[in-house]
């Protein structure tokens, strides 16, 4: 598998998306949880990344700030549940554009050989929430994301 | 409306839970919120609550352990997700009998003239993991804690 899978079924309040990566489970752990390498490939290509806290322990916070090339802003915070392991990083998350729908991603992280999949699983509080985020364009950002990733992953590896 | 809702369609990883109580939105907010009242009416009532942390702002940490009458422990923990307010308390939760099984509750307060309608809804990452938790009882506690609450709220109005 070298392409990001996406499941949203009609009706349920859930967004289950894997990809595999050519990378050790260890180092795409490294790069989901260090700020200095997240800034690098999380988000739609042509919005730049500034992560204001991130503080990878159980109870800790998250915020970062998405900037598009007119100068908007699109503002996305959460907190930890749990300490952050390569088993399972546990996090909710809120658009503040849309205060007051909150998700929870989980995202774990399975060695296959030499590569690493990658899955996260969005629980939302209702379908409608579910749609809204899709309708967001969030599939582009989805996709980005892990073309990006397997592209630092691939620098990183060969640095 | 006098008697607890729970709705979990199958297939659907959510469980909502709605009931209204005969009192202000600010005392329900207080009885979800203070530790000291917390203990008295939620969960089963043949368990003992003990409350260990109940941090309640934005990234707080709360933990609580059920105990019954042979002894047995059951513990649960999560974090909060923004302040909580009588317009949201937001958390996650974690029974710890079932680790790596995390859900995320959104606990709303509406006012109803002098009466508050509560309505929780829990976002799970699959609804096995839901089916999991309406297979473990989960009904009678929440049953038995909205009349300890309901009872609850009468003595605090009474005194």
Redesign the interface.
């Known amino acids: 598998m070298n392409k990001t899978q996406i499941t949203a079924e009609p ?4 967004i289950i998306i894997a990809r595999e990566f050519d990378a050790p489970r260890d180092l795409v752990f490294r790069a989901y949880t260090d700020p200095e390498l997240l800034v690098r490939w999380l988000g739609p290509r042509d919005l730049a990344l500034t992560v204001e806290r991130y ?1 990878t322990r ?4 998250w915020r970062y700030v998405n900037t598009d090339t007119q100068g908007n802003t699109y503002g996305f915070h ?5 300490d952050p392991s390569p ?2 990083i ?1 996090q ?1 998350f ?1 658009f503040e554009g849309a205060p ?1 729908h ?3 991603d ?1 995202i774990t992280l399975h060695e296959r050989g030499s590569k690493t999949l990658v899955r996260t ?1 969005s ?4 379908a409608e929430d579910r749609d809204a985020m899709i309708a967001s364009g969030m599939e582009r950002g989805v996709r980005d994301s892990a073309e990006r990733l397997e592209d630092l992953l691939g620098k990183l590896q060969a640095s």
């Open positions: 009706g349920i309040p859930q503080e159980d109870g800790g916070k959460g907190v930890f549940h749990g088993d399972a546990v909710t809120e007051g909150v998700k929870l989980c699983v629980a939302f509080s209702s």
